[in-house]
């Protein structure tokens, strides 16, 4: 496990240092991500329009049923990604407004960050946690419309 994070106190207030190690993961996450998410666009998306075409032209019609599993399934891997985001911002504002301190103690950031205590940090504990339930809320609406949808559409 890494070691605590540093912090800096100034002549006004504290600052938690930028974990460079962290930050480096999240670029790459991030990076990874417009790559992968490059080549599905370019490569997945004319290769599946193509088997589409000529399952239609063949008189092929489930089709549609691979279509629907398709969206059912990225759907379904989109919404638990919303979901797990959801559940680490409930848990973060959760430990933001127990200790009243943001960010929390032992909490890596990417940048240079003022320490908040008092009420200011308890208020933005709870607004955390409520925009944590609020994507776990969208999520589940999501899902659920989604997976309506697959009943209704299916052929």
């Given amino acids: 496990m890494s070691e605590e994070p540093r912090t800096a106190a100034t002549d006004r207030f504290l600052i938690v240092k930028a974990d460079a190690r962290m930050r480096r993961q999240a670029l790459a996450m991030v990076v990874g991500g417009a790559v992968i998410g490059t080549a599905i666009l370019g490569w997945g998306l004319p290769w599946l329009e193509q088997r589409v075409n000529d399952a239609v032209r063949s008189g092929a019609y489930h089709v549609s049923r691979m279509a629907c599993l398709a ?85």
């Fill in 71 to 155: 969206a059912g399934g990225l759907i379904a891997v989109l919404g638990a990604g919303v979901i797990a985001s959801g559940l680490n911002m409930v848990g973060i504002g959760t430990r933001v407004v127990r200790s009243g301190r943001f960010p929390p103690e032992g909490m890596r950031v990417l940048r240079d960050t003022r320490v908040v205590t008092g009420r200011g940090a308890r208020a933005l504990g709870h607004v955390q946690r409520a925009l944590g339930v609020l994507l776990i809320a969208c999520a589940a609406v999501l899902l659920g419309l989604s997976g309506y949808v697959l009943v209704v559409l299916w052929p």
